[in-house]
Nanobody, 120 residues
């Protein structure tokens, strides 16, 4: 059974940093990444990464501030978030898929989410 378990969310002031982690169990995925959903808004793509640490993609709104990485030995994916802004406030979801293209729009597997709140 596939499980994605996120950790690392919390409350931070604008300009601060947070690191999210996601541990996958059940299998290894070619693509892993993160989506987010802010209150009253649709879920949106944040970042994805391929199995070899290549095929990295970022949403324009986070490029240059967020860094995605993965540890295949531990089957984890991480999201280092720097220079956080109030508009980054959202529930962040870990996602995974065997297809690196499908994960960009409609990932097959989702975690339960972890809350990130950025105060101004």
């Amino acid at each position: 059974q596939v499980q994605l378990v996120e950790s690392g969310g919390g409350l931070v002031q604008a300009g601060g940093s947070l690191r999210l982690s996601c541990a996958a169990s059940g299998r290894t995925f070619y693509g892993m990444g993160w989506f987010r959903q802010a209150p009253g808004k649709e879920r949106e793509f944040v970042a994805t990464i391929g199995l070899a640490g290549t095929n990295i993609n970022y949403a324009g709104s986070v490029k240059g501030r967020f860094t995605i990485s993965r540890d295949n030995a531990k089957n984890t994916v991480n999201l280092e978030m720097n220079n956080l802004k109030p508009e980054d406030t959202a529930t962040y979801y870990c996602v995974a898929d065997s297809n690196i293209y499908r994960i960009l729009g409609s990932p097959t597997y989702w975690g339960q989410g972890t809350q990130v709140t950025v105060s101004s």
